[in-house]
Structure formats: structure tokens, C-alpha cells
């Protein structure tokens, strides 16, 4: 079975704080991992993918992401955190080998960050 | 804005009506995708569709039926639902339905059923 693992429903950190949002994630074969960012009443927007090479992927508005295959994680960081940043993170997997190449989303963080 | 847009944006429906949800993507891609956002549930994949043709259904209830006219366009028709079937409802569009492809998404339709 393929699965994702967002194991905080909610992280608060002050601005100008670095951040990290986590995620693992279980399949067979090798991931392909991606994160999205969902402000209120708006649809998913991608943040950036992980596919193969370099394990640490930098994504769009300063966000990035290191791949660490040995703890199966796929964590989001930042390193200062704005206001504007405020919104509910989803960490997202596919593999090959397991449920067929489809999408397989977390429950989803919100990221809080305070002034 | 992703180049996605969904139409409506809200729509409270009776469990007898019968109704449509309507999407287009502005970005040449050939694979379209309907998902459900419930509160407090992972995103749900409905129906894909890749260049026209529908490559999955994902044990949706036939009461909702989707339909793709060509690339750009995809539909979902809504007829006697539940109130279990409120929910957001995002489409999303990729360049392919490969597994690196990135899945641009809609707004959505906030969906109520009373």
C-alpha cells in the first residue's frame, strides 16, 4: 500500500523563524514526491517535486524540500518564515510499483506563522 | 492564477436537483482530473482523463458522471446526490498523466447538498 504521513496538524512559528513541515511517506519502488500549498478558498498551488538527482529541491517562493530515502521523509522547510505564508500544506506521493502512478495526498498541515 | 478555472465557485443544490460543474484549462495539457476535498479527509481522486478518454474511475458513485468534450474542457454532472457529497470539488489539469507530471489545480466549487 502506498501512504503519507503528515504527522502535525498544526505548526506555529514567528516570522522571520525558519520553518519545517513534515511528511514520510511508504511505497514500493522509488517515490515521486511533491508538495502544494492551499490558501483559503482556492485550490492547490505546487510548491516543487522531488523526481530523482540532487535530494535537496528548492521550489517557488524560497520554500525547499531534502529528500532523505533512509527516514522515507520529504520535509518542507524555509528558512524565515513571513506572515504571508499562512496555509494549509499538503505533501503528496506517487510511486510506480504501487496504486498504479496516483497521487497519494496527506491529511494536510496549517502552517500558522505569527508576527 | 494556475490557468485553471472552475465554474461555478459555489453551489447549494437539493438531493433532486440536477446540476454541472464546469472546467477548463488554459495550458495545452492533455490529462484532466476531478478530485474531492472533504473537511478533515486527504484529497480523493475521482476520474482522470488523458486526451479525451477516461483512464480511471476511482469507484465514484455513478451519480456523479464526468464528462470530457475535448482537452481543455471536462465537466462533472451532478444528479441526486447525497448531503455526504458535500464537499470542494478541484479539477486539475498536467501535461500528461505520467507520474513526474505536475498537477496544476482549479479553484474549486464549494459543494453543498441539502
Known amino acids: 500500500a502506498q501512504s503519507v504521513a503528515q504527522p502535525e496538524d498544526q505548526v506555529n512559528v514567528a516570522e522571520g523563524n525558519p520553518l519545517t513541515v513534515k511528511c514520510t511517506y511508504s511505497v514500493s519502488g522509488n517515490p515521486y514526491l511533491f508538495w502544494y500549498v492551499q490558501y483559503p478558498n482556492r485550490g492547490l498551488q505546487f510548491l516543487l517535486k522531488y523526481i530523482t538527482g540532487d535530494n535537496l529541491v528548492k521550489g517557488s517562493y524560497g520554500f525547499e524540500a531534502e529528500f532523505n530515502k533512509s527516514q522515507t521523509s520529504f520535509h518542507l522547510k524555509k528558512p524565515s518564515a513571513l506572515v504571508s505564508d499562512s496555509a494549509l500544506y499538503f505533501c503528496a506521493v506517487r510511486a510506480l510499483r504501487t496504486n498504479a502512478g496516483k497521487s497519494t495526498f496527506g491529511d494536510g498541515t496549517t502552517l500558522t506563522v505569527k508576527p | 492564477e494556475t490557468g485553471v478555472t472552475q465554474t461555478p465557485r459555489h453551489l447549494v443544490m437539493g438531493m433532486t436537483n440536477k446540476k454541472s460543474l464546469k472546467c477548463e484549462q488554459h495550458l495545452g495539457h492533455n490529462a484532466m482530473y476531478w478530485y474531492k476535498q472533504s473537511a478533515k479527509k486527504p484529497l480523493e481522486l475521482m476520474f482522470v482523463y488523458n486526451f479525451k478518454e477516461q483512464t480511471e474511475n476511482n469507484s465514484v458513485p455513478s451519480r456523479f458522471s464526468p464528462e470530457c468534450p475535448n482537452s481543455s474542457h471536462l465537466f462533472l454532472h451532478l444528479h441526486t446526490l447525497q448531503p455526504e457529497d458535500s464537499a470542494l470539488y478541484l479539477c486539475?489539469?498536467?501535461?500528461?498523466?505520467?507520474?513526474?507530471?505536475?498537477?496544476?489545480f482549479g479553484p474549486g466549487t464549494r459543494l453543498t447538498v441539502l
Open positions: 486539475a489539469s498536467s501535461q500528461d498523466s505520467q507520474i513526474t507530471d505536475t498537477q496544476y
